[in-house]
Every structure is written in C-alpha cells, then in structure tokens.
C-alpha cells in the first residue's frame, strides 16, 4: 500500500519523503507544484491542495497511512478538517500528523490552538494517529543568522525558562519511523510524542553558544514584544507576526520544557543522539 505525505516540499515534508524511501516504502507526495517535487526516484507526485477537495480524493485513492502537516497559514485549521474528513472517507486507518508541543497550553496563540483543535478532532471522529508534538525547529534559526552576524545580538525572544530545540531532519525521521510502524501494523491507538532537541536553550544559552561558534560576543539583548513584531511584519503578513509575538510571550512566560524521559524516548527511536543546536548553529554560520 501506499504512504500519503502532505506538506512534501517543506523542511520537514522533504525529509520525510527521503527517509521513508530509504525504508523501501511506496511514497506518493501531495504538492501544489509538480515543477518543485524534487523527490527520489519512485516518489509518484499528486498535484493538489488540502482545499481542493477533488484532489484530494484523487490524491488518497489506494492510500493506507497518512502524514499530515500544513503549515501555519490563516486557514490551517479548515485545511487538517477537510484533509481528515477525506481521509476518513477513502477509509484511511492509519495517520500521523504534525502538531506542536504545549499545544493545549498555548491557547492563546493562534497556530497552537488551532493544531489542538485537529489532535480533538483526530479524537473525536475515531481515527487512529501518532500526534507528533515538536518543540520549535532549529532551521527557523537561518532567518536570524545575518543578524546575529551583522549586529552582534541573538534577536529571538527565548526568554530564561527554555526552549528544546529540534532538527528538521530529525523530525523527518522520527515521522517516518512512526509511518512505517503504524502501516506494517492493524490500525493502533492514538499516541502523543513530544518531539525535542538534546539541549534546552535559554536566550543567554543560545548567543553564548553563537559567540562559540563565530568566535566573538554574541549578546542576548532581552524581550521587546512590540519590536520583535514590528520586525517580523517586514517578511510575513501582520496576523503571522502577532501570533510568532504571541508565541514568544509564551517562550517567556511559561517556557517549552520537554518532560522527563522525552530525550531518552527519542533517542531510543532513532538509535541515535538527536542533533545538538551547536552543531547546527555551525553548520549555518559556515
């Protein structure tokens, strides 16, 4: 049978696709662009959006597992609905969808309450999912890395409490993983996965390890909501900076702290350490 992967061309869709073929599995990917499916050979490509409700039938005929990810757009909630009611229908029994950690905590931020809304709705209508619940992804950090080299500061507002940060590429495989095992099984029960990194990072913790990396002082210049907003509307609609703002008002407030054993739990999976947010900040600076 056939695994469905939404969200394909992504950070984290791409790697999926890649680790699910190095797994033998037969991968058809949902994109709205065919000329951007740049995907192993044997990916077969379904052209579609998760509005488009016919393409999305189209997309699902002979599918048996689902990877569900749609990214933070104003219409995301509509889209995991519409995507599960169709799942539902063609008789989909196997799904695994991409939410967010502390997404039950964070109801005032838009994307996180909307993603808590599908994990009810994956409840709700009876199907059976792996809810993967990652921390905040280290790859957002390429947005920031001219200014922490050209102005000396580590601009993102993480606050003093922590943040686990985690590697696409981890979650792709960690996502594959779970594909893999709920296809090659009878439809199993809904399980939650908090997904972090290995170090839970702190403003002050993350521009040190960036004065490491570029050799001279990075400094954590603190929280300026209103300025980190009004930054944000350069590149993204006014609603998304209000709700990255939202967000890092709760990074401050509350923190994102991975619970006892997530690490283990991970690791145990992949078989492997989880990359470390040095490396990563290494691996961008150069």
């Known amino acids: 049978m056939t695994i469905l992967v ?14 699910l073929v190095q797994r033998g599995a037969d991968v058809r990917a949902l994109v709205r662009d065919p000329a951007k499916a740049n995907f192993p050979d044997g990916v077969e490509i379904a052209q579609g959006d998760l509005l488009d409700v016919d393409s999305l039938r189209a997309a699902m005929s002979g599918v048996s597992t689902l990877f569900l990810l749609n990214g ?16 539902r229908e063609a008789g989909i029994e196997r799904i695994v969808y991409l939410s967010v950690i502390h997404a039950d905590l964070y109801v005032n931020v838009p994307h996180f309450a909307g993603k808590f809304g599908v994990e009810r709705m994956i409840e ?35 606050g003093a409490k922590g943040i686990p ?25 809904t399980t939650r996965i908090n997904l972090v990194g290995p170090d839970t990072l702190t403003g002050e913790s993350a521009a040190a390890i960036w004065s490491q990396v570029l050799g001279r002082e990075i400094a954590y210049p603190g929280e300026d909501f209103a300025g980190f907003e009004q930054n944000l509307r350069q ?13 890092a008002e709760r990074f401050v407030s509350d923190g994102m702290v991975p619970e006892a054993g997530d690490v283990d739990r991970l690791e145990d999976l992949l078989g492997r350490p989880l990359r470390r947010y040095r490396d990563y900040a290494a691996q961008i600076a150069g």
Do not use: C, H
């Not at 933070?72 to 799942?87: G, M, N, R, Y």
């Not at 050209?150 to 507002?157: E, K, N, R």
């Not at 594959?176 to 095992?181: F, G, K, Q, T, Y």
């Not at 590149?235 to 967000?247: G, I, K, V």
């Open 6 to 19: 939404t969200g394909a061309t992504g950070n984290v869709g791409r790697n999926v696709v890649d680790q």
């Open 72 to 87: 933070v757009v104003a219409d995301e909630f509509t889209q995991a609905l519409v995507t599960l009611q169709v799942a």
């Open 124 to 158: 709700a209508m009876g199907l059976n999912a792996t809810i993967l619940r990652p921390a905040y992804f280290m790859d957002n950090e390429v947005t920031i890395k001219d200014a922490i080299a050209g102005y000396g500061i580590y601009p993102m507002p993480l």
């Open 165 to 189: 940060m985690i590697d696409a590429r981890d979650i792709g495989e960690i996502a594959a993983i779970e594909l893999i095992r709920r296809e090659n099984a009878d439809p199993l029960p």
């Open 235 to 247: 590149f993204m609609p006014s609603w998304m900076a209000l709700d990255m703002r939202l967000m």
